[in-house]
């Protein structure tokens, strides 16, 4: 008999692989998804059903190992606590994922420490609004500072990992970067699991990455929910708490300005992540800028002055890496440098507007965002030539092409940012090119003509660039030789910063005293600034 019984239960036994695992995968979540569109809580019947799922999978997929935790994350923290019990509870919550999350790839490890950063975003918002007089509060503001220190020196290292998107993409286990259900359901599970769930749809998505603001997280559903993007919207997260922890409270000056500038110039850096520096230039776009409710005005108007800086008065390597994501990176770059020049134009302060704009000329992308529209669009030659290189002539340029009815700019974000500031019904039609001079208005204008003689060997890497930027609007396969990657460098990358001393004492962007000899146009290099701790 008991060997009968064994036979029979060997029979019936199927291994949780292939279409197996899949299909298991699939009816688990959608029952899961299902009970929680109920506004069910409890999901503790299912923590054995993504046990199993996980333990089955070398790789496991990014949704198994976030219901997983989520609902075990529900049996662990404290039901009722202060702030300090609910940083322990971040912290746990913290191992868990890291743990759970050790042998995938970079952007899904990254991706799933967004309940981490929910949760110590909550305590944040708490404290803030406190004096803090009480020890427990003082050490929960301490703590929490530590906690989130040590994730954004967990996303650095996940960043670093030499795992590149393509061969995540290609992973046998059928599973890739491409979710099997849509991240609003998910975060919907992970809420309504948690006792924070108000409502399903976008609504919870944007409550549990309420830092990323609800234009950007409309713009991640628009990507399909890709979880590289995903990963970068919680890097941006990180970046912003970090930021906002470093700055509130204390007196913005000189000193402070510089200090935030080499942080976020380091993190940036040692991210490494295209996601992240797009989805942190569309979060510069908004009108208020992330944390707004827990800083005061002035320490608003000096983060915003230092994210712009870092973002369009620095050049970074990693930007023209991969030929793939160019188009929307320069298009972008274009959008926000024009928002930061009419900013800081309203608020009087013209040198940083010009500062923008003459670095924005100097760069690559005019070329490539030209390049790319000549080679995609039949356009008459007379009547649709740029007239020059500022953002303000290239986005009068690519209106006055779109008003003919070609979609140039991707979403209506970037047009509608676009538009501001800009009279396109009364602008005049370009009719110059890309030579000579780069015109602002009546702001300033820069002469180009006498830097051609030392510009050959830089024009020869613009057009490999440029050539790139065309294969990938295109949808072109590119070649090692259309990106700029460079193996077993990464101890020497440099970053490019511009020669304006928008800071009497920074030591960042400072001027030289004497003009290079080394055909580099008034660039100078200076290693990557090491990212300090919280203090």
């Not at 290609?170 to 979710?179: A, K, R, S, T």
């Not at 919907?188 to 749809?201: F, I, K, P, S």
């Not at 005005?297 to 050049?315: A, G, H, M, Q």
Request: aromatic share 8%; glycine share 8%.
């Amino acid at each position: 008999m008991e060997i009968t019984a064994l036979s029979n239960a060997s029979d019936n036994f199927v291994p949780l692989m292939g279409e197996n695992y899949a299909m298991k995968l699939k009816n688990s979540l959608q029952e899961l998804i299902s009970e929680s569109r109920k506004g069910s809580t409890d999901f503790c019947s299912y923590l054995d059903v993504f046990y199993e799922l996980m333990q089955a999978n070398v790789n496991p997929p990014f949704e198994v190992i976030w219901v997983y935790t989520a609902i075990k994350f529900q049996t662990l923290k404290s039901e009722k606590g202060d702030a300090l019990d609910r940083v322990s509870d971040a912290r746990s919550l913290f191992q868990l994922l890291s743990s759970c999350s050790a042998s995938v790839g970079a952007s899904k490890s990254v991706a799933l420490m967004a309940p981490v950063v929910y949760e110590a975003y909550k305590v944040v918002l708490e404290l803030s609004g406190k004096e803090l007089k009480h020890k427990r509060e003082k050490k929960a503001m301490k703590e929490v500072k530590s906690l989130v220190d040590v994730i954004v020196g967990y996303m650095s290292v996940c960043c670093s990992k030499k795992v590149s998107e393509e061969d995540e993409e290609e992973d046998h286990d059928c599973i890739g970067l491409n979710l099997i259900m849509p991240f609003t359901d998910l975060a919907c599970v992970w809420m309504n699991a948690n006792g924070d769930g108000d409502d399903n749809g976008i609504g919870g998505f944007e409550s549990l990455l309420p830092i990323l603001g609800s234009d950007v997280c409309k713009w991640l559903c628009d990507k399909g929910f890709h979880v590289g993007y995903l990963g970068g919207g919680v890097i941006m997260e990180a970046f912003f708490l970090k930021l906002g922890l470093l700055c509130h409270g204390k007196t913005p000056g000189n000193e402070l300005e510089v200090n935030l500038k080499t942080w976020a110039v380091g993190s940036i850096s040692s991210f490494h992540n295209i996601y992240f520096l797009e989805i942190l230039m569309r979060a510069a776009l908004g009108t208020s800028l992330p944390l707004s409710s827990i800083l005061k005005s002035e320490e608003e108007t000096l983060l915003r002055k230092v994210l712009f800086d870092v973002l369009l008065l620095v050049e970074y390597p990693f930007l023209y890496e991969n030929a793939k994501y160019i188009k929307s990176l320069s298009l972008t770059r274009l959008v926000v440098t024009h928002k930061a020049v009419e900013y800081f134009r309203g608020i009087g302060d013209q040198n940083r507007a010009i500062s923008y704009v003459r670095e924005f000329s100097d760069s690559r992308i005019p070329s490539h965002i030209i390049k790319w529209v000549t080679s995609q669009y039949v356009l008459e030659e007379r009547a649709f030539k740029a007239n020059g290189s500022s953002p303000r002539a290239l986005l009068t340029w690519l209106l006055s092409i779109e008003n003919r009815g070609i979609r140039v700019l991707e979403d209506d974000t970037l047009r509608s940012c676009a538009k501001s500031g800009l009279d396109i019904s009364q602008a005049k039609q370009p009719t110059g090119n890309l030579g000579g001079k780069t015109v602002d208005d009546d702001l300033f204008f820069v002469d180009n003509a006498g830097e051609e003689g030392n510009a050959v060997e830089e024009d020869k890497q613009n057009d490999e660039i440029s050539d790139a930027f065309v294969a990938a609007a295109q949808t072109m396969t590119v070649t090692d030789g259309g990106s700029r990657k460079r193996k077993g460098k990464s101890k020497e990358r440099k970053i490019k910063f511009v020669k304006h001393n928008l800071l009497r004492n920074s030591h960042i962007a400072k001027p030289e005293t004497s003009a290079p000899n080394d055909g580099s146009s008034g660039e100078s290099e200076v290693e990557d600034p090491a990212s300090d701790s919280d203090s």
